[in-house]
């Protein structure tokens, strides 16, 4: 009989937790099932897991507010997707021209995630538009966005303090498995956080930058600033005395047809320059109209300060740039050796290092250049020549998708490489002026490289190929 009564009690309460609205503890947090955009509003209280159905939820312009709320999830099932609809705004600050809205608007809170989602805007897009997003957050802490997908808005995803003076000191945010598409300016924008405080992992950025016009100049918190639809990621800082410079990490992620004539811009409001906006770690990219490195990730040699090393050495500023962008380092007792010949497996550490990665030995590097098809891995130990730099430096380029000014005709080098790759990749170098003949007018491929010569060839590589 009490077997019967408790399965009849499990059976009621199974039924009654799937009515809308039903809601009950688990694992320190409320589950609420939502059928409707309203039911969903009203859900949203701290401690609270949110689960929606397989359909459109239309949130209006006014979307959904989460405000100082703290530990929610909103997790939807197959078919889920949470629709704004954004309105004209009168604010004098955009001349009354502009569109307005947020779907997700995110305030002041903490550990919040956002799982299986569509969220977006379905009606056409709207050139004119400044500001609409799929999700803002502003002075939030521990944000995942997981397995979803922002469609349709001005600028997918934006991250920003509360105010201009509360920078987002400590805040973490994170993408994992997501996409960001089909956005008129950009992709996302970061200001105010720390550096390597973003974080997107296996996530897919396509078809962004549909816009064609800039947005004009527009007053704005008292102060004029151009609104471009000219970047795909977009930040600015305010220098508070903390780190400000690389917030974004991209990890495995993919960059297919964006539109954005640069990839990235970081502004300083207070020092008006520009920094670099990301580290990208084993990222693709396929049919971008955008320059691919921003020039802002080489910056300009200065003089070296190694012993070995005067400033009228003839490669002293080449390598003063490649070791203040930690690609290459001294031997100790503050020497260089700028005439000691590279080893393989040292050239794979720093090709790995461009590509943003930190193999934590020489081991992790050959690991690296090997499953990424970059280099055979083999002779580890052996001297680099210039046959095998161009070789890894083209393979990298090429996998990396990353323009340049075409091949060079060989013949009036009489010791071309015969193998079609090898011919292929000296062609390439030579014709974007990364490798030069030699003296006795030679390309010399089988000739080995040393310290410094390395530094100079990378940084041609930095500035006529990822520039």
């Known amino acids: 009989m009490k077997t019967r009564l408790f399965s009849a009690l499990l059976v009621l309460a199974l039924a009654l937790a799937v009515l809308p609205g039903a809601a009950w503890a688990a694992g320190g947090q409320t589950v609420v099932y939502a059928s409707t955009a309203e039911e969903l509003k009203a859900a949203l209280k701290s401690d609270t897991h949110i689960i929606l159905e397989g359909k459109d939820y239309n949130v209006g312009h006014e979307g959904l507010s989460l405000s100082f709320l703290n530990n929610v999830t909103i997790q939807g099932t197959a078919g889920t997707r949470i629709i704004g609809e954004e309105y004209l705004n009168s604010d004098p600050r955009y001349n009354g021209a502009a569109k307005y809205g947020m779907i997700f608007y995110i305030d002041n809170s903490t550990n919040i995630l956002l799982q299986n989602l569509s969220i977006g805007y379905t009606s056409p897009p709207i050139e004119t538009s400044t500001e609409y997003y799929a999700v803002r957050a502003v002075g939030t802490f521990d944000l995942t966005i997981h397995h979803c997908d922002l469609f349709g808005a001005n600028t997918g995803l934006r991250l920003a303090p509360s105010s201009v003076e509360d920078a987002v000191w400590g805040a973490k945010f994170h993408m994992e498995d997501s996409s960001i598409r089909d956005s008129i300016s950009g992709i996302a924008e970061i200001s105010q956080m720390e550096t390597e405080s973003a974080s997107f992992h296996k996530c897919t950025f396509s078809g962004n930058g549909l816009g064609t016009k800039d947005y004009g100049t527009l007053p704005a ?189 060989l013949k009036e080098y009489p010791d071309t490489p015969d193998q079609q790759l090898e011919s292929e990749a000296m062609s390439w170098a030579v014709g974007n002026g990364i490798l030069t003949g030699t003296s006795g007018g030679r390309l010399n491929p089988g000739g080995t490289i040393t310290r410094a010569q390395f530094a100079v060839i990378l940084y041609r590589f930095y500035q006529n190929i990822l520039s």
Not at 225 to 247: E, R
Not at 270 to 285: H, P, Q
Not at 388 to 394: P, R, Y
């Open 221 to 409: 918190y008292g102060e004029t600033h151009d609104y471009l639809s000219q970047y795909s990621f977009w930040g600015d800082y305010i220098d508070y005395g903390k780190p400000v410079d690389l917030p974004a990490v991209f990890t495995n992620c993919i960059f297919t047809n964006n539109k954005n004539p640069h990839r990235d811009c970081y502004v300083s409001l207070e020092e008006d320059g520009e920094g670099t906006f990301a580290v990208y770690k084993d990222c693709t990219f396929e049919g971008n109209s955008w320059t691919e490195v921003p020039s802002s990730s080489a910056p300009s040699p200065s003089a070296s300060s190694f012993q070995d090393v005067p400033g009228h050495y003839w490669a002293s500023k080449e390598i003063a740039w490649a070791t203040s962008l930690g690609i290459m380092n001294g031997v100790g007792g503050g020497t260089f050796s700028p005439g000691e010949n590279v080893t393989c497996q040292q050239a794979w550490m720093v090709v790995a290092r461009i590509a943003g990665n930190s193999p934590a030995n020489m081991a992790a590097a050959q690991e690296w250049v090997t499953e990424n098809h970059i280099s055979s891995g083999k002779n580890a130990a052996g001297p680099l020549t210039r046959q095998e730099l161009v070789k890894l430096l083209f393979r990298y380029a090429r996998k990396q998708h990353l323009p340049d000014k075409g091949p060079a005709s």
